[in-house]
């Protein structure tokens, strides 16, 4: 049986074909108002998410700015995460982190969408109001580079919110050993490869989504660095401490620079230049 993150999913695919006709009318706002916040509400109205873990808006940045202040979700950078299905995602036309040069805070969105799956480095997602002008478009799906420098980050819903049956299983998502496959590792290996241009790791891998030799001793350094269980699986501990390390470094790097947005958009360039494929 679906649970509610994948009903919400399926609820965005069912309106595939869909003009800004029915969801400026669920706000009761003018035909032809920008609509495509209005269309992730719409999807979180049908399964009972709205006012529960997904706020009810026309605007694009509010999703995750008045999501995160209620304690509805919570707020994951484009340039470390590789989402899931059922994530909100944010755009910044200008580039990551274009915000700041707007006098905007980190939330700000110039469209949302919704992760269907990600799959070979792509994030495959279901949008309104994105092939067209507000009146012209429909309801369609598009594919996005993992990383891209106009993804700004992603809103991620507590879906026990809305539904205390619904478990995340993060750990089992987060536990990447030898021999495994997926765009998980190609994830955690992209945040490797950043650490290596921070002078944070010295091993070494490759650009793949394959967990192997090289993989297995980062992982290793990792666990000795940090004071870890040495078990050279890459766990929610092991690829959290990395995270954190990153972001700090990442964060000394912009303390010294007067233009913040430049450094923001150099960061997350990092991460896409890797060119990684699965």
Known sequence: ????????????????????TLFNSYFGAPRGTPWCAEFVSKCASDVGAIGKCIVKTAGAGSIAREGVAKGFGKWLEGHLTVPIPGDII??????????????????FSDH???VEYVKNGLIHT???????????????????K?????INGYF????????KSYKENGDDEMNFKF???SDGVLAYKSLILLANKLDILKSKVDKSNSFGDGTQAATLEIQKKFGLQQDKIAGVKTITAL????????????AKKTDRNAVLTEAASAVNDLKVKA
């Open 112 to 114: 949302v969408s919704i």
């Open 179 to 181: 021999g495994d496959r």
């Open 90 to 107: 944010s755009f910044c036309w200008n580039g990551k982190g274009s915000y700041l040069a707007e006098g905007q805070d980190k939330y």
């Open 243 to 254: 995270r954190n390390a990153v972001i700090d470094a990442l964060t000394k790097v912009i």
């Open 1 to 20: 049986m679906a649970n509610i993150r994948e009903k919400f999913v399926s609820a965005a695919a069912g309106y595939i074909g869909y003009d800004c």
């Open 126 to 144: 279901i949008e309104g109001n994105a092939n067209g002008s507000n009146t012209s478009s429909t309801v369609c799906r598009k594919t996005h």
């Open 156 to 163: 991620r819903p507590n879906w026990s919110l809305a539904d």
């Open 146 to 150: 993992l990383y891209g420098n106009t």
